[in-house]
């Protein structure tokens, strides 16, 4: 087996790629060792001690280093504790699978939508599916609605992309103008 690594825009992330499916539906992003606990392969990554992050996508893992880290020792622990899991076919979750697992939804809003903007919520939920989440998952994260109201649209950024320096300009350059070409009602994108 080999594992591709590949560079994001974030300094403290590397994405890494088993060359098979990570995750079946959706992702799942530990920020600390306590959350690490429902999955042996986070728990492991986050015992190297160096390990800050690690995300789950649908083909990928990115991992963040802690401050000061450097990615030349750290890169050949995460390797192996990757081989390790992926060789042995070890179950993602405890207890095999994501079911029992607490997990906030998706869905979970920052703000609530407005009955009355259905139709531009549905828009900007399609958007977020074909043309930004695929993008963002290129380079390690994620990012999921959280609520529009107002003309703003309340979005948070996961995995490589969560504390990335350049992850304000993506929010702010790059998404929003694309929302607001797209959707003229949306009039400002902000990180929930």
Known sequence: MFIETETTPNPATLKFLPGRQVMPA?????????AAEASPLAEALFDTGEVTGVFFGGDFV????????????????????LLDH????????????????SVPPENEAAVEDDPADADIVAQIRELLETRIRPAVANDGGDIVYRGYRDGVVHLQMQGACSGCPSSTATLKHGIEGLLKHYIPEVTEVRAA
């Open 26 to 34: 959706g992702t799942r992003e530990f920020a600390s060792p306590e």
């Open 62 to 81: 990115s991992v963040t280093a802690a401050p000061g880290a450097d990615w030349s020792q750290l890169k050949p622990q995460v390797v192996a504790v």
């Open 86 to 101: 992926f060789v042995s076919g070890a179950p993602l979750f405890a207890g095999g699978d994501a079911s029992g697992l």
